[in-house]
């Protein structure tokens, strides 16, 4: 299960509407892919659909999709977000990673 955070919900609300997306019917397709400078990067998007295989997720009125080989890195994920100026937007607080770089977008298990 991935949480999300209400500082994260209302900018996903704000940034799906800019964009063309509805959140009540679409979805945050958050995943994992090989790369970055610890290893593993999160990969975070607006979708309409679903593929065979996605787990779907809501919380907090987000509805979230992963596909089911991200599903074991994100489990017990915090999708917040940090705004202002030092803040970074988009972050992951993964209870899985044991390691993170400075920047917050790869870690490693």
């Given at each position: ?19 063309g ?36 997720f ?9 596909d ?21 937007g ?20």
């Amino acid at each position: 299960m991935i949480k999300v955070s209400e500082e994260a919900k209302n900018k996903i609300s704000t940034l799906m509407t800019e964009e063309g997306f509805s959140v009540d019917s679409d979805y945050v397709r958050v995943g994992v892919k090989s790369g970055g400078c610890s290893g593993l990067s999160y990969e975070l998007k607006f979708d309409k659909s679903q593929a065979e295989g996605d787990k779907i997720f809501e919380d907090n009125n987000v509805k979230i999709v992963v596909d089911k080989r991200s599903v074991l890195y994100l489990a017990g994920t915090i999708l917040e977000y940090s705004g202002g100026l030092n803040g970074k937007g988009f972050v992951f607080n993964n209870p899985n990673a044991q390691r993170t770089c400075g920047c917050g977008e790869s870690f490693s298990l």
